[in-house]
């Protein structure tokens, strides 16, 4: 008896050791380890998330939502690691996990087009600015053909999650900038 309660503790004590030891993940969270590990042979990516164009129609913004547009600047330029076959949404998801970043979507099996939609970043929505207001991205200045979902990343591009109030109108030639802000 004193034998098999001897094996007993022996067996609590190792397993309290390894769960000590081991540092449990969850997927997100361990694809979010190394985001910003960057050394010389990473492939990266610059994102960035403004909604700027708020700020010359906060007449049009929804009640309740004034705190989160503040400066317009939701996450300034920043750099991050890519793995092969990221998309621009794979990206998206990723650094408002990894920035704490509230985002909601809509997955491309809830739609017609077969194509993630991006509803909201940051408690702002599609139309919380008006009827024409929305998320897009745009690669290294310029609109993309394909949706955000299918856009695979490329070693230095530019991604910018960029708000309009207009249908896009007011960022492409006007409302976006380049700059290393």
């Known amino acids: 008896m004193k034998k098999d309660l001897l094996i007993v503790f022996f067996i609590v004590i190792a397993v309290v050791v390894l769960i000590q030891g081991t540092e449990i993940q969850s997927v997100d969270e361990y694809y979010l380890t190394h985001i910003d590990d960057i050394n010389e042979s990473s492939q990266t990516v ?4 403004d909604c700027k164009t708020i700020l010359n129609n906060m007449e049009n913004l929804d009640d309740g939502l004034y705190e989160y547009v503040d400066d317009g600047v939701i996450l300034n330029k920043t750099e991050y690691v890519i793995r092969e076959g990221d998309s621009a949404f794979d990206m998206l998801k990723r650094v ?3 920035n704490r970043i509230l985002m909601e979507y809509q997955g491309s099996d809830k739609n017609i087009y077969n194509s993630v939609y991006v509803q909201g970043i940051n408690h ?6 008006g009827e024409l207001s929305g998320w ?3 690669v290294n200045g310029e609109e993309s053909d394909v949706s955000c979902g299918k856009y695979k990343l490329k070693d230095g591009d530019l991604i910018q999650w960029v708000y309009t109030c207009d249908l896009g109108r007011d960022i492409v030639g006007g409302g976006v900038s380049n700059s290393d802000e």
């Open 46 to 49: 610059f994102m960035s998330i």
């Open 96 to 98: 408002t996990s990894y």
């Open 124 to 129: 702002i929505y599609e139309f919380s600015c």
């Open 136 to 138: 897009v991205f745009l």
